[in-house]
């Protein structure tokens, strides 16, 4: 059975920084040959994706609000994919989920929450 759990959401002030994970089971192919990606959903919002990385670690993508606060990584030995999120600020309030691709197959985990207050 294919799992992807993320963890590490939680509250967090502004200016503060988190450290999602996702980690993959069951899926029919080695981890490494997946590229993966982490979205995020506010409340009335469409889900937008917020980071990528490919297969290999090569290559990252980032969307423009996050550029240079969050990172993205991958340990290919440990099925594991990071968020490593700096800077937080309210506008990043949001349910993130992580996503694994080997086309033409897409799997999706369950969120975490994160919530960024004082």
């Known amino acids: 059975q294919v799992q992807l759990v993320e963890s590490g959401g939680g509250l967090v002030q502004p200016g503060g920084s988190l450290r999602l994970s996702c980690t993959a089971s069951g899926f029919p192919f080695n981890f490494r040959g997946y590229a993966m990606q982490w979205y995020r959903q506010a409340p009335g919002k469409e889900r937008e994706r917020v980071a990528a990385?490919?297969?290999?670690?090569?290559?990252?993508i980032y969307a423009d609000s996050v550029k240079g606060r969050f990172t993205i990584s991958r340990d290919n030995a440990r099925n594991t994919v990071f968020l490593q999120m700096n800077s937080l600020k309210p506008d990043d309030t949001a349910v993130y989920y992580c996503?694994?691709?080997?086309?033409?197959?897409?799997?999706w985990g369950q969120g975490t929450q994160v919530t960024v207050s004082s």
């Open positions: 990385i490919g297969s290999d670690s090569s290559s990252t």
């Open positions: 996503k694994a691709i080997y086309l033409p197959q897409e799997y």
